[in-house]
């Protein structure tokens, strides 16, 4: 089956575009047609040139170039030319393709059937050509030369065999300027996979074509998952629809599907407005900001479950009751920022932030605003903190900070989040160097400054919830580090890093997004790529 699925293999080799490109009802309708609705999954390539062009923009990213060498191939085109040549015909040239006789234009499907059989589809532009095709993946694959011709239901079939006679190792029926291709078991089911009925076709599937309004328009590749799918799970996967796109400046994956519960649960994905701006209080040289523009009291009744099951077990009354007067006080529009500790260590490598086992603010200073309604309730909240934290291991004490009033927290590890009430800003921070800044700008009213004012982002901030990985300062951080925070003889390591780093400047950032609309969840992670100089 693997073999035999080559071609379906390089259709959904894809990469990835933007979200924000616009809405579209209209793209591929004619495929959909022949593509059923009660697949495990079902993978769409809209329009086979446009995927590629996508490739050769892939193969100019260095890291994509670095994959292929780890492959043992030279270079990322080495690679893909490498693929072609297995397949005999090249999915980045439109050329190619349409001298093995596909219609890259008319686009391609691979279904995945239940028992994890498959098939693809592809338009056909010459019959003829697409048999040489399939005759040659038959032979150079499967040692399979015997070839039988015959007719279904008005439509001609083509078997290859390893003896004449035999099981068929790959089958490719033609119906109406398409070709079913497959191997293995489904090669026997040909006939039977190509009738696709309109009550069973795709395209009448009234979900799909919603989901298809709300992909982006420049989409080369879309995965779909039906409600009929063992895979599709409520609440997570039911009905969704995964699209890929490439465009010169990033590479986007957006998942989109319809909620089956109560749009009350998702209010969290809903921006709440107007929402204060406190990105003046995210630290200057972050490197990660996030920001939720949902009603914070909608996360009271999930906040125990980020506790895990030992915390639930471990967590009162009073305690949920507390948990959730900080929720039910808090404004839309909290801001989180991390930034690299410029004292870190790596000379131990990779650190693992497991707080039960290392002090994550080790590695990254961490800061945490928020607008409260009632800074007279906020105050008297965080007096009742400390006797609850006793109960988890940890010590938080009042303290004064050059006139403020904060709270300091200790626990096993080490120093842990501080608290404090800035007027009708909370504030939590680590280390405490890191909350006396925070508290100076909430006083001063600074603006924003790096990530948190990059006008890159600002779009993005507007999303109900979404964050930011800025690369370059990431990279810039980890340029900055002294040597002493790679250990001793850790110059071997520093190099090999730095050569990383210098391996994915053509990345800018990562971006992620979700919301909630209509009845439909979207969510879309953009790997933003550097326009070249």
Request: net charge neutral; proline share 6%; with cysteine.
């Amino acid at each position: 089956m693997r073999r035999a699925l080559l071609l379906a293999a390089a259709l959904v080799v894809a990469v990835p575009g933007c979200s924000r490109c616009g809405r579209v009802g209209g793209r591929a309708p004619e495929l959909a047609r022949v593509l059923p609705r009660d697949a495990e999954a079902v993978v769409l390539v809209p329009d086979l040139g446009a995927l590629g062009t996508a490739i050769l923009r892939l193969e100019q990213l260095k890291l994509a170039s670095i994959g292929a060498q780890l492959q043992g191939a030279g270079s990322a085109s080495d690679l893909a030319g490498g693929l072609a040549l297995q397949l005999g015909v090249d999915l980045r040239s439109r050329e190619s393709m349409e001298r093995a006789g596909l219609d890259p234009s008319r686009g391609a499907g691979v279904v995945w059937l239940k028992g994890d059989d498959a098939y693809v589809v592809a338009g056909v532009k010459d019959e003829k050509a697409v048999q040489d095709l399939a005759r040659r993946i038959a032979r150079d694959r499967m040692n399979a030369t015997a070839a039988a011709e015959t007719e279904v239901d008005g439509y001609r079939m083509v078997t290859f065999s390893r003896k004449p006679g035999g099981p068929p190792m790959l089958a490719v029926l033609f119906q109406e300027r398409w070709a079913f291709l497959s191997g293995g078991k489904a090669a026997g089911r040909m006939a039977e996979l190509s009738a696709v009925g309109e009550s069973a076709a795709l395209a009448t599937e009234s979900e799909f074509q919603q989901a298809m309004k709300r992909v982006p328009k420049d989409a080369q590749v879309m995965v779909r998952v039906p409600p009929t799918s063992s895979r599709s799970q409520r609440g997570a996967m039911h009905g969704a629809m995964l699209s890929l796109s490439l465009r010169a400046d990033a590479l986007a994956f957006t998942w989109v599907q319809p909620w089956p519960n109560t749009e009350k649960s998702l209010e969290v994905l809903t921006a709440q407005r107007p929402a204060p701006d406190l990105f003046g209080l995210a630290a200057p040289d972050a490197f990660f900001v996030m920001r939720s523009l949902g009603p914070p009291s909608e996360m009271a009744p999930l906040w125990k479950d980020l506790l895990g099951e030992l915390g639930r077990r471990r967590v009162n009354e009073r305690e949920v009751a507390l948990g959730d007067q900080i929720l039910q006080n808090l404004k839309p529009g909290t801001v989180l920022s991390l930034s690299l500790a410029p004292t870190v260590n790596l000379a131990a490598g990779v650190p693992q932030l497991d707080p039960r086992r290392t002090n994550p603010f080790r590695y990254l200073h961490l800061v945490v605003a928020g607008e409260v309604k009632d800074p007279a309730k906020a105050a008297q909240t965080l007096e009742d903190i400390p006797a609850a934290a006793q109960r988890y291991g940890a010590i938080i004490e009042p303290s004064d900070r050059s006139g403020q009033t904060v709270y300091l927290t200790h626990y096993a590890q080490g120093e842990g989040a501080n608290l404090a009430l800035v007027g009708d800003k909370a504030v939590m921070a680590a280390p405490v160097s890191r909350l006396d800044e925070t508290i100076t700008r909430a006083k001063d009213k600074a603006a924003a400054e790096g990530l948190a004012a990059d006008p890159a982002f600002q779009a993005l901030f507007q999303s109900p919830l979404s964050f930011a990985i800025d690369l370059h300062r990431l990279a810039e951080s980890i340029r900055a580090l002294p040597s002493s925070a790679w250990g001793v003889g850790g110059f071997a390591m520093k190099a090999t890093t730095l050569r990383w780093m210098d391996a994915i400047d053509d990345l800018r950032a990562i971006t992620f997004r979700a919301g909630y609309a209509d009845g439909w969840v979207e969510a879309e992670v953009q790997v933003r790529i550097q326009a070249p100089q």
